[in-house]
């Protein structure tokens, strides 16, 4: 049965399309194939109602390469976005794409899309920062397929985010969490489920992907055909994938992954135009004429990529970036290890973001390029500098502590914060030879990005590494001088403040510490203590409310932990949020049956590459009347 649900309606024929979405319907035309129309069918059944002509982001466009327009006119139409055609000459041409910023949705049939085509119209894409996302098909039909689920987004409800993770090259399955350590799982498990997003890290071509007893298979149709549409002799089937004649394996398509965003880390993953590989099994092709709604994937062979690229995906989808920003995060990754051009492409649109944002993080709105050439300021450029090579002194100090003591975990955020920093100085650098108004509000951004983070060590590690940190924040300084201090808040042990100066340079610090209860305060003179109001002793089961009062012209995102007094054990409970000027209210759950013990508050302010560490000891009682133990 290929009823199609709701407003959408089956079409003959391309140019019946604006017709039908005068009236308000969604036009699909419909394939020969009656297996293709009937999948479609269930598919569109299973997303949500609609919206057609919807308000657009600020600067979103939709560009169709000549040839191609009425392809894009259906697109720009429905999804209520400017339209222009774009000559084949001018590819390189950065005037011809319209204005810095913004988004660019590139409408054009699959065959068109050589890498010939592709890789300077993106390139030229991302010298004006603007945000590039294909919708394509193998043929017509599948491209207004395409084009009807987006104007279907859909957004994770589920909190917190998590994320399928198929390991091709280990054999093993993930399921990765936000805030929470990666789990095992079985690909039994992850195939059968329904995702928000996948992931897929696998050794393979454009048409194929080993996961071990699954290959993932782009064939489409009844049989694999060549350039010319002749079927091919000991081509594949549906019931035999040519990779393994002997069925040793089990063959899945991707447009049978039951996923809304599907991420295909694999050499040359994505290729539209034939070049690599000459037959219509495409994995990407395949698979936006199912489930996904956006397929993110390496459009080269030459990038070597490792686990660190999928968990760096899934740390920005669950952040709620959108996945124009996420394909600009891999490309910047990638440039930083000598690939010069993009690393990959989005099908989709550049626009969607397909879990909902991180309160804990704000991303800027798009800003309209200036007229002229700004002038940069050159104090803020070195401040800006200055601060990255103190994110980068921290890293190296928290990767040393892993010769000695391994934890795969904090390596993988160690990796997320890498990137986000090179992101950051990739644009600081950008930013001299070409810069506009912006630039610095794309910085903030990643900043921002970096934060999260480091943030995430406190929860994503057992003991939220809490030691480590401190020991990495210091590690490149020495002792400058030593000044008075108030004594201790609980125990009234005498305190000096420590201050602390590198000699490469670095911004300093200043320490705090008790001899009994132990750290108390480190930050910069960039950063202002936090003023930290903490309840008198904490009582099981019972909430506990936290007041920090963050200074005027604070910013970046701010951390409350209650730890129990064990580094063995993960924290009672967390709270993250936008560290902005004011007082807040910060309730954490004590558990119901906890030991009575002196315990942890961290409070951990991230503010443009800066951290700020403070920590208060708070005993917690077995019962409603105890009285307050002394240390």
Known sequence: MSRLPGPYRWISKLSESARLLEQGAVPVLRPAETERAERWARILHTYPEP???????????????????????????????????????????????????????????????????LMPLLAALARQNTLAGVLTGRDDAALTFATAKLLAPHRAKAAPARTGLLDGTTGLTHILTAGHPDRRSTLDEVLSHAWDSLLVDADGSAAHASLGSVTLCGLSGPSEHGPDGTPLNGGCTPTACKTDPSRRTRSVAPHDLHTHVLCLFVCNAITLGEEQYPSDVSLALDAIEG???????????????????????????????????????????????????????????????????????????????????????????????????????????????LDRRPDADLSACLQEMASHRQAALDTLLTAVRTPDEAWEDRIEEHSLSWGHSVLSILSRTRG????????????????????????????????????????????????????????????????????????????????????????????????VHLRPRSTRRGSYDHAVLAATPGRHTVTLTVPEEPLPELDRLWAVHADRFHLAYHQHRVPLLPHQGDTVPHP
Do not use: M
């Open 291 to 401: 489930h996904p709604q956006g397929v993110l994937g390496l459009i080269r062979g030459d990038l070597s990529t490792s686990g660190h690229e999928p968990r760096l995906t899934a740390a920005l989808l669950h952040s709620g970036a959108r996945l124009g920003q996420i394909v600009a995060h891999l490309d910047a990754d990638g440039r930083h290890r000598g690939i010069r051009g993009p690393s990959t492409i989005l099908l989709g649109d550049p626009e969607h973001r397909p879990y909902a944002p991180d309160s804990a993080i704000t991303l800027p709105a798009a800003v309209a390029p200036a007229t002229s050439r700004p002038r940069l300021d050159i104090s803020t450029l070195t401040r800006w500098r200055n601060r990255l090579n103190d994110a980068e002194a921290l890293e190296y100090g928290l990767r040393a502590s």
């Open 464 to 559: 939220g590494a809490f030691s480590r940190q401190l020991l990495a924040s210091r590690a490149h300084h020495h002792t400058a001088h030593w000044s008075p201090a108030p004594a201790c808040g609980y125990c009234r042990a005498p305190r000096e403040y420590e201050h602390l100066t590198s000699p490469l340079g670095l911004t300093g610090r200043r320490t705090l510490r008790c001899p009994k209860c132990g750290p108390a305060l480190s930050l910069p003179p960039t950063l202002l203590a936090l003023d930290v109001g903490v309840p008198p002793a904490l009582l099981p089961g019972q909430p506990a409310d936290v007041h920090v009062t963050v200074p005027d012209r604070a910013r970046g995102l701010l951390a």
């Open 51 to 117: 919206t057609l002509c919807p308000t657009p982001p600020p600067g979103a466009r939709v560009v169709s390469l000549a040839g191609h327009e009425d392809a894009g006119e259906v697109a720009a139409h429905a999804l209520g976005r400017p339209h222009h055609v774009l000559a084949p000459e001018a590819l390189h041409d950065p005037d011809a794409l319209g204005p810095h910023g913004g988004s660019v949705l590139i409408v054009a049939r699959a065959r068109a899309l050589t890498l010939s085509v």
